[in-house]
């Protein structure tokens, strides 16, 4: 049986000058003192959109297939070029220069999609002046690092130019799109990507802007995505000091905020903060993703549709309740045997929807879901009773509402949903 040799990775490739000079390091290591400086003194940290992107930096989009990470990093770009808070993010330096990077679609797909943003935003030339570029990497190749069988090596040469050109445009923010075709190295090889990603973050601070580096997920079996389910080598993760997630809404999200519609529900992506050093983590950014059309569409040929990315604010369960309602509901508890379960000739829900105006039919994920969180915070309990011979649970009044509340403050804002979240320190 003959046996294949298998050569590993290895950085024999660099002399030790090259080396020296890649990681920019005296050839002497020193220990530096603390220089003691004054707080108030030192330069703050420079945001660019609300607490994505930041300069000297690197930013790791995460999200499974078809989440609209591309739609979104294009939307990211335009909203930095023409200093419009398109996704809800304060840009605290007004408009900047981005250049987005697709190294999967070719210049007119790019040019497509960028215009329908436009379109679909009503974002002009004019908005955005010489601070938007769109480069190809099936036109302009971006290949950051290699590997064969004779070992691992950075393209310094590449990194040099992008810095250049970003000094150049006084570019703000680089989007690279995917991570995964910015380099032909394995991308399992927490080595070869720990290295690429601090080459990275080095361009980041040397060109003094932000890098944003779009990754996929690996497979995820229906489960939500988090920092730790990129593709590969978990040093890029760790690399980054800001990570993002992208999610599609799931039917439990949806059946708690009353939507029943599947199209909608799959058109909503939910942009978290996977992993924050920098700043507080802040809260949960909806996103929706739509159709434009590009109306270049002649004779029997029909235009284009371009996905399209803007902000979606999630409706309050609680909208429109007050204190009366909730009072209300507890003196119906009180007149009539409720049953819990929902297949139940006197579901509780039916009590819900007529004090609410709603109807079950078409409102009940709603219902059930401002049931759930009225339990929970004790506005009502369940007992079992004996009926027709055996036990079934029945809805009765917990922690009562106080009518003098109602006479004061008809719009109590918990209304029985637990009050309303804390704010966190995030700029939009």
Known sequence: MTSTAVTPLSFSTFHLEEAEASINVPSVLRATPYRWPE?????????????WLQRGEVTVIIAPGGSGKSTIGHTLALSLASGRELLGKALPYGPQAAWVFN?????????????????????????????????????QSLCTAAEDRDGFELNEELFNQLTNTIREKNIASLFVDPFISSHAVQENSNGAIDAIAKRWKRLAQEANCAVVLIHHTKKLGGREATAEDGRGAIALRDAARIVLTLNPMSTSEANEIGITDPKLRQSLVRIDTGKANRAPAGSSVWIKLEGQSLENGSGLEPPDFVGVASLWEKPDLFQGLTSQHLYTFQQGLASGDWRESDQAHRWVGYLVAEILGLSVETNKPRITAILKTWRKNGVYVVERRRQNGREAPFVIVGRPVDPSEIATNP??????????ESAVDDPR
């Open 411 to 420: 719009h109590l804002q918990t209304c029985g949903a637990g009050g309303a």
């Open 103 to 139: 190294l999967e679609d070719g210049t007119d797909e790019l040019e497509r999609q960028m215009a329908a943003a436009c379109i679909f935003h009503g974002i002009s030339p004019a908005d955005c002046g010489n601070r938007l570029y769109l480069d190809s990497g099936l036109v």
């Open 39 to 51: 707080a108030p003194s030192l330069p703050t940290r420079k945001w660019l959109l609300g607490h």
